[in-house]
Nanobody, 122 residues
């Protein structure tokens, strides 16, 4: 069992920056994938959209809407995943969730954090 706790969200002005962090209660060294999703803006309910991810080999993947503005990184020494978000836009306002895809004792599952709110004012 791994617990994730996000931090770093808040209220910023259009064009501002934030650094989101996700601290894991256990090791993420062997994670298959770590990443960030956010609540989809146009969707009701719990639909989410991928923001960024980083695979075990180090390859990264970003949503088209955030390329060039968001940067994901993982700090395996401290079991933390970061998301640097620059040039924020009002459309980036959402709840951001980190996740870790781990295999523990041959069982693969995805762990989610509770989310951190990002609000961008125009």
């Amino acid at each position: 069992q791994v617990q994730l706790e996000e931090s770093g969200g808040g209220l910023v002005q259009d064009g501002g920056s934030l650094r989101l962090s996700c601290a894991a209660s256990g090791s993420i060294v062997g994670a298959n994938v770590v990443g960030w999703d956010r609540q989809a803006r146009q969707a009701a309910g719990t639909q989410r959209e991928l923001v960024a991810s980083i695979a075990s080999g180090g390859s990264t993947n970003y949503a088209d809407s955030v390329k060039g503005r968001f940067t994901i990184s993982r700090d395996t020494a401290n079991d933390t995943v970061h998301l640097q978000i620059n040039s924020l836009k009002p459309d980036d306002s959402s709840v951001y969730y980190c996740y870790v895809d781990l295999t523990i004792h041959w069982v693969r599952r995805v762990y989610w954090g509770q989310g951190t709110q990002v609000t961008v004012s125009s």
